[in-house]
């Protein structure tokens, strides 16, 4: 998709100051959701977008940087069950 769109796909600080911005337009919408009930159809739509270019920016930037996601979760949340939550 990176290439397709003529994205760059070398510099992940490029990647991560798109993914800051996109998680900026993401606490704008769920900010609207005060007062309101965040499930309200128009609301969560707008929402469910955000979410979306979240985590397609976020899978870009671990693409540049080969990571893959889902063996870093897997990692991760094994290292976090055996973890203490408070
Ligand atoms: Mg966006």
């Known amino acids: 998709m990176n290439r397709e769109r003529g994205f760059d796909i070398t510099n992940p600080s490029v990647k991560m100051?798109?993914?800051?911005?996109?998680v900026g337009e993401l606490a704008k919408e769920v900010g609207k959701t005060i007062g309101v009930k965040p499930d309200r159809v128009d609301v969560k739509k707008d929402i469910e977008g955000e979410l979306a270019d979240v985590q397609i920016?976020?899978?870009?930037?671990?693409?540049?940087?080969?990571?893959d996601m889902a063996e870093a979760v897997e990692g991760k949340e094994t290292k976090n069950r055996k973890r203490t939550w408070k």
């Not at 100051?17 to 996109?22: D, P, Q, Y």
């Not at 920016?57 to 990571?67: D, K």
């Open 17 to 22: 100051i798109k993914l800051v911005e996109e």
């Open 57 to 67: 920016v976020l899978l870009g930037l671990a693409s540049t940087l080969s990571v």
